[in-house]
């Protein structure tokens, strides 16, 4: 508040009021002040709808704190809008906007899949993963999303790159963006949350925040050492550092009591993309090759295409399916899926393996296929 108690001016066009309605310890996270100001843009324009990297910590996502300023505001492709100066306009489906918490941002599936086309691979990737994480989505919700998108969205093959390899086990942030380093670096992907069990007393196991079984049977565990564990007093839980870093300490040499090599590196360290490979090379981490969709551009687009073909052509099959049985070929009970109607995609090509089972089976069971048919 000013002295004479009016709102403290944060931005042009938008205020902060400084007196929240509880007590903070200590200073505010940025994401929590970064929805104090979209909170106060939104009440000045109703109408406005945040997206993208202002729309995740809204729906509760993680978002590295770097990526937040300036806030997102959706608008309709070629949409025309006064440029306030303090907001990004970015183009994007509004049709489904939804209100969180009194902000009214786009849809979930919406906001992830614009992080994802929006973002670098790591940054998408920790998006999608915190999605899964949450319990927010699952990952064939996501890809039947990005599938159902009509061809031409800019970004879209990054965001499909994202969704194929979105896994919900990481825990935080830090980890997500970890793994996106392991494989667009070229390492095998790593087990998340391996549990290892804990000698000297009969607790729960201790759990690994990366792990990979070598062919020789060894295991290597990855730990991705953020600074939070030692200095917020929300995860000290009344300890002192001194006593949480002992207690790290100990906790990782009985893990290498179990004949497991343990890794570890800070937020610096992962941003280091030559050290953390280095790294991961000295523990004995398997190198396997950057994954295809991760590999260029151009292949990942032609990922999506054969991936988009592929949908279409199991929804035209869902569609036209008219009968189903079982036959007896030889020692064999195959299941026959009788289908009909012209295939929509022309040209000489491969037909889908239903449709080929369908064809297969009016050639060469012309009457079951009548008497299932009048039945």
């Not at 202002?54 to 608008?75: D, K, Q, Y």
């Not at 489906?93 to 614009?114: C, K, N, Y």
């Not at 691979?121 to 899964?132: C, P, T």
Request: glycine share 8%.
């Amino acid at each position: 508040m000013s002295p004479n108690g009016s709102p403290r001016r944060k931005k042009p066009c938008a205020y902060v009021v400084a007196c929240m309605p509880v007590r903070l310890s200590g200073k505010p996270r940025p994401d929590t002040r970064h929805i104090w100001l979209v909170r106060a843009l939104q009440g000045r324009h109703p109408s406005w709808v945040f997206s993208g990297t202002t729309a995740a910590p809204v729906h509760g996502l993680s978002v590295s704190f770097n990526e937040l300023n300036p806030p997102m505001r959706a608008v309709e492709q070629h949409g025309r809008t006064k440029h306030t100066g303090i907001v990004r306009r970015v183009e994007t489906s509004v049709s489904d906007a939804v209100v969180v918490d009194g902000i009214r941002v786009t849809q979930l599936l919406q906001t992830v899949f614009d992080c994802m086309r929006w973002m670098s691979f790591g940054e998408g990737l920790a998006v999608a993963d915190s999605a899964l994480c949450r319990g927010q989505t699952e990952k064939g919700q996501l890809i039947e999303y990005i599938l159902s998108r009509s061809s031409g969205v800019r970004g879209a093959p990054r965001a499909y790159a994202c969704a194929l390899h979105a896994d919900g086990r990481a825990e935080n942030g830090g980890e997500f963006l970890s793994r996106a380093v392991m494989l667009e670096l070229g390492f095998a992907h790593p087990e998340l949350q391996v549990e290892a069990n804990a000698p000297l007393y009969q607790r729960r196991p201790y759990r690994l925040d990366f792990a990979w079984k070598l062919a020789d049977g060894r295991l290597i565990g990855g730990e991705y050492d953020g600074s939070e564990k030692y200095t917020s007093s929300e995860m000290l839980g009344g300890r002192s550092t001194v006593d949480a870093f002992t207690a790290e300490r100990q906790r990782e040499s009985r893990i290498t009591a179990l004949d497991i090599s343990v890794l570890r590196f800070t937020p610096q360290q992962r941003c280091d993309k030559d050290y953390t490979r280095r790294l991961l090379a000295t523990y004995g981490v398997p190198w396997v090759g950057v994954p295809a969709g991760l590999s260029s551009s151009d292949t990942t687009e032609r990922m999506l295409a054969k991936a988009r073909q592929r949908h279409r052509e199991e929804e035209w099959e869902e569609e036209h399916l008219e009968e189903a049985f079982q036959v007896q070929l030889g020692s064999f009970l195959t299941t026959v899926e009788v289908i009909r109607g012209p295939h929509p995609l022309p040209g000489p090509r491969r037909r889908p393996s239903s449709l080929r089972r369908s064809i297969s089976a009016v050639q060469v069971f012309p009457r079951a296929v009548e008497t299932l048919s009048d039945t």
